[in-house]
């Protein structure tokens, strides 16, 4: 359909939760109060890497409303591992304790208060033993061996080509090449390596995790915040040994996410709470607890570029190392995904690719907004203002001149360019004043990527239901977790149907109830989710329409809808007349149900994207040499969305991707020491307030209604988080002479920098 056609796509409609999540009205899984719930609290490690000896809870069991203390060997499972990637974390720690924070014994009360009085009473006997928590550490000769097996979990088909080394702590390693490597470095007029480190980063959502688990007749009912409801359905079902059908994953609204609630978590331990006390058990982390559960990895990245005199890119050889943790997650998935994205949007004839995902006796790192891009983007885009320099090219014309243009390949086998990123980054530095004169001081830096949108091999089902007052409800199984999902979706629906905004209604996913949908994560749910219910409002449609032709004695094919209204000519039903009429009664309705389902590719990574989610950003900085203080005095932020089904919360998704991104460019990162973490709150671990916002935000939305999904769009909401790092550290480098190569980019690193290089005097 024409965009000038369209009557709700496009339009910047109100959020259908906004009103609730302003007013209070919202209600999350930690608001849920269920009729006799008890409360549990974990007593974690205090230490890296241990081997239980004995856990003595009789003290503790006898402390007031304490109505169980459990610790593995009480669990009532089936099976007592789970995991996407590998069936590797146990739901309790299972004689031997991984990391600092890990759970090993579980309190049940029947209030918080009295768990948490329990937990000192706890006593837990362990013989410590010596813990790998870096990546270099555990790579190194003689590094404890952190899981000398490993059971592949087989969930998801791009997971099925797992390549652990076996005796390392390695347990995904991703390789990939092409090319003449040897004789293009050895043709190169300049050859450039550099090695960059990017810290890991907690995620930080402000509703921490939280689950409530009840069992009875009907089977087991979990109540999570989680953006996976079907995957941690599987894992429950197997853990307990029960038919899917007997389990149901319930996902209210969800205070934040960005990766940190994606597949299972805590629900295993909560429903194995559950069931062993027969009771309805909440179990509510606080953010502290919550970054002992899941992290960001830290990676570092070994680059070494060669080029030609006129800036052309030769070859490429990438070394990617990610600290995973103690128990993989998703973390072999964000390897190779990092290490497949490592080249960058460009041209590069040559490449050899190396990513090692590591285990380490660390908290366990999985999926973060991106999925190992930000990581990569900073190595690369600081590396191609350090060839510019070299060159003496414009940093803009480098990009120019290598980036990939639409229709070209970027591996054999996967979707081609679909979009022009040369164009969106001319844009991009012209709103930023590129070209402009600078003040004393200041400085600015771009930078551009890319990543596979939309997931690969992943399943969404929609189902689309007409009522017999004109009404619609969407069952869709997509997670609303700020990102404007349920709008976005209702805006397809309604714009497929001809009927009003106002009078659809998204259903919360429920696994009993709304059909299967792989999860909310890759940018995918307006594109892939949005396929699915553009096609299910299509069938409710026809069959709308061959019933309304039925009752006005015409063809299908001459009918209009719009407006909630089927016309032919002047006669004219309303949506509700339709039904009525058909049924005689008032009563029935019209269901229509959608699906999208990958096609079979041959691709690098087992299959193609669904779309390439493109970033690209631009800052103008100012440094204070005295202290080192970077400002940001201007971003911008662009992102190719195909067709924006609702521009304003693009813009926002993009701009709070971007305003993400800041925090570990100039100040977030995780401190530990020995596997300590020493920030794990929110008072030494800074996260962007709005004092650290740039001056001046803009944001573009690039529409050509290209994307594969509803009406032209793609999906959005990851690629504003790519660019930030690299563009403000390559805007430092252009302001002051001085490149820093690790984040973040803190005042005492650049003052230190700045002194190193006898930009500042010495104190």
Known sequence: MAADRLTVVGRSVPRLDARDKVTGAARYVSDLVLPGMAHAKLWRSPVAHAR??????????????????????????????????????????????????????????????????????????????????????????????????????????????????????????FEYERGDLARAFGEADLVVEDVYRYPALSHHALEAHCAVARVDADGLTVWAGTQHPFPVRKDLAEIFDLPLAAVQVVVPLVGGAFGGKC?????????????????????????????????????????????????????????????????ADIGPRVATKTGYRAPGPYRIPSLRIDSKCVYTNNVPAGAYRGYGVPQVTWACESQMDVIA????????????????????????????????????????????????????????????????????????????????????????????????????????????????????????????????????????????????????ARDAREQLLALAAKLLDTDASALAVGDGTITHGDRRLTVAEVISGHYGLVGGEVTGVGSFVPGKWSGTLGGATVFWETGMGAAEIEVDPETGAVKVVKYVSAADVGQAINPRECAAQDEGAAMQGIGPALFESRVSERGQLLNPGLIDYRVPAFTDLPGELDSLLIENADGPGPFGAKGVGEGGTFCAAPAIGNALARATGVRLTELPMTPERVWRALRAAGRVENP
Not at 99 to 104: K, L, T
Not at 118 to 128: F, I, M, N, P, T
Not at 471 to 487: P, Y
């Open 389 to 536: 320099e070299r060159l003496d090219i414009d940093p803009l014309a480098l990009r120019r001149k290598n980036l990939l243009k639409r229709g070209e390949e970027y591996v054999a086998g996967d979707t081609p360019m679909d979009g022009d990123m040369a164009e969106g980054l001319e844009q991009t530095a012209r709103a930023v004043g590129w070209s402009a004169p600078l003040a004393r001081g200041r400085g600015r830096g771009l930078a551009c990527a890319m990543k596979d949108g939309g997931g690969t091999h992943t399943v969404s089902t929609a189902v689309v239901r007409i009522n017999a007052d004109g009404s619609v409800a969407l069952l869709a199984g997509s997670v609303e977790v700020g990102q404007g999902a349920r709008t976005a979706l209702a805006q397809v629906v309604a714009e497929t149907l001809g009927v009003p905004f106002e009078t659809v209604v998204v259903v919360p996913p429920d696994t009993s109830i709304t059909p299967y949908d792989h999860g909310t994560s890759a940018s995918r749910s307006t594109t892939v989710m949005g396929l699915a219910v553009e096609a299910a």
């Open 52 to 173: 239980i000896i004995r856990v003595e809870t009789e003290r503790a069991a006898a402390v007031s409303g304490v109505l169980a203390v459990l610790t593995v060997a009480d669990l009532p499972v089936k099976r007592l591992y789970y995991g996407p990637a590998y069936r590797d974390q146990p739901i309790l720690a299972h004689e031997v304790i991984r990391y600092a924070g890990e759970p090993v014994v579980a309190v049940v009360a029947d209030s918080e208060a009295h768990a948490e009085a329990a937990l000192a009473h706890v006593d837990v006997r362990y013989d410590e033993r010596p813990a790998a928590t870096s990546a270099e550490e555990a790579l190194a000769p003689g590094a404890p061996l952190i899981h000398p097996k490993l059971d592949r979990a087989g969930h998801f088909r791009d997971l099925s080509g797992l390549r652990p080394v076996p005796g390392t702590n390695i347990c995904q390693h």
């Open 263 to 327: 597949y299972t978590k805590i629900e295993p331990l909560v429903a194995a709470l559950a069931t062993k006390v027969r009771k309805p058990v909440r179990l509510a982390l606080s953010l502290e607890e919550s970054a002992r559960t899941i992290t960001r990895h830290a990676v570092t990245v070994r680059l070494r570029t060669a080029v030609g005199r006129d800036g052309t890119l030769l070859a490429r050889q990438c070394e990617v190392v990610l600290d995973t943790g103690a128990y």
